[in-house]
């Protein structure tokens, strides 16, 4: 990042930065450096990233392994005076018993399969271990970390397009709000070239007041209009500074940049992205697609079944060695009504994920034929534009024959800034509606 003007430039050695006296103005080599300076300053990209991180961390701390713990412990005992005995008192000394030390590690390898180990180490320096190994197959609960994480995933990468996608639509609406500035303003010098011309007519008694009346009539409607489209260019400059974090002042000209997007031809329609690409993008297929997956693990998880716990433990010291299962039979077993509206949650959410990939898909075939229809209208409007030029430049020549008035040439000149305000509209549409079917602007799972 820099800044320029034309005035003077002072290079600063080191920063990379040339400073002026005066308002400065950001200079932007690409329109994609624009971009990256407004998604740096936006809140909303920012904050699904954290919720990404955030679910990130959750599903790193989803396998059961994550839960494992060590322990340790230490007591001691002892009686508080002599103890009477039938060989008569002991001294409290020679009751109390010396320190003992313990340890363990309990390691779930599975929801359903852990391993444990445990030892003791007494004072006298005996010491006792154990093994163990607990194995519950029926135990294990589906984890919803993964499809959490997901549709974090999912909203960050839409909030991030369409953050992208928006912004260059604002830039390019500054440029269409631009021209229809200098249209108004046209419109509005010849509305004022008219109205003097009309009490020119009337002071030699060529023209009625009443034409005079409607020539100011017509001013004060092309002012206003004039002043009306200025605002709107202003609150979308400021807007725009607003968004980049920068001061108005410095906000520079972005018609280059635009420009630099390369031009429309055939191709541009021969490379958008395919059905399944805008699928994966679609936050209403995504969400429906995840919401299926997740009905499916409650209504997993709604089946009643029962609690079955098998357990070995093994002394190597004490050469011993234990076994134990049990079976715990709920009284759900008996009642099956939580998992049944389970289940058929699960089916009304896969269908409902079946209708929303439909209902994009219908969304897309319509994008595709606007974009080919925004394109033929384009090319319209830009031999439209074409003919305007032609119709200026002949009012031009016309006029330095003196065939022509100026009111002649004013007309002509705001019928060519209109026009070039209906290509800038037209091509900002098509270009919004191409954006939305790029390739160029999809995000991928990192």
């Known amino acids: 990042m820099k800044k320029s003007s034309y005035l003077f430039i002072t290079l600063l050695v080191g920063v990379g930065v040339f400073l002026i006296p005066g308002p400065f103005l950001y200079a932007f080599d690409t329109l994609d450096e624009v971009v990256s300076r407004y998604l740096s300053q936006n809140l909303d990209v ?14 790193a701390s989803a396998p059961a392994w994550r839960s494992s713990s060590i322990s340790l412990s230490a007591n001691t005992a002892g009686t508080l005076g002599d103890v009477a005995t039938p060989v008569g008192p002991t001294s409290a000394s020679s ?18 399969f852990a391993l444990g180990a445990s030892g003791t180490l007494k004072s006298d320096g005996t010491l006792t271990s154990s093994l163990s190994a607990t194995l519950s197959p029926l135990s294990g609960q589906p984890s ?10 999912q909203s960050y990468r839409s909030t991030l397009r369409s953050a992208v996608l928006q912004f260059r639509s604002t830039l390019r609406s500054l440029q269409v709000s631009k021209a229809e ?36 009539g017509s001013l004060t409607q092309a002012r206003l209009d004039y002043e009306t489209a200025e605002a709107n260019y202003q609150n979308i400059h400021q807007s725009i500074a607003l968004s980049l974090g920068i001061a108005d002042a410095e906000l520079p000209d972005f018609t280059q940049l635009l420009e630099s997007e390369g031009p429309i031809t055939d191709a541009s329609l021969t490379s958008l992205m395919d059905r399944e690409t805008y699928l994966g993008l679609s936050d209403t297929f995504v969400r429906a697609k ?11 998880s709604a089946q009643p079944k029962p609690d079955v716990s098998i357990k070995g433990d093994l002394s190597p010291a004490a050469k011993t060695w234990s076994a134990s ?31 929303a990939k439909a209902t994009v898909s219908l969304e897309y075939d319509q994008k595709v034929q606007d974009a080919k229809r925004l394109y033929e209208s384009w090319k319209k409007t830009t031999t439209a534009y074409s003919s305007a030029q032609l119709v200026y430049q002949q009012a031009e020549v016309l006029a330095s024959l003196g065939q022509k008035s100026p009111l ?30 790029s390739p160029r602007f999809v995000i991928e799972e990192k």
């Open 95 to 112: 009751q109390a018993g010396g320190p003992t030390y313990g340890a363990s590690l309990s390691v779930p390898l599975t929801d359903w």
């Open 46 to 59: 920012a904050t699904a990233a954290l919720k990404v991180k955030s679910s990130a961390a959750s599903l």
């Open 290 to 300: 995840l919401d299926a997956e997740s009905s499916q693990i409650d209504a997993r």
């Open 408 to 437: 002649d040439l004013n007309t002509a000149q705001a019928e060519l800034l209109r026009s070039a305000w209906q290509l800038a509209s037209a091509e900002k549409t098509l270009r919004d509606a191409l954006d939305a079917l």
């Open 181 to 216: 500035v200098a249209y108004k303003k046209a419109a509005y010098d010849a509305a004022s070239t008219q109205y003097e011309q009309k009490q020119v007519l009337l002071s030699r008694g060529s023209a009625s007041q009443s034409d005079v009346l409607d020539a100011l």
């Open 144 to 153: 919803k970390a993964d499809i959490d994480y997901r549709l974090s995933l």
């Open 325 to 355: 299962a049990m079976v715990k039979l709920p009284l759900d077993l008996l009642f099956w009504d939580r998992a049944a509206v389970a289940k058929q949650t699960a089916d009304v959410k896969e269908k409902q994920a079946e209708y």
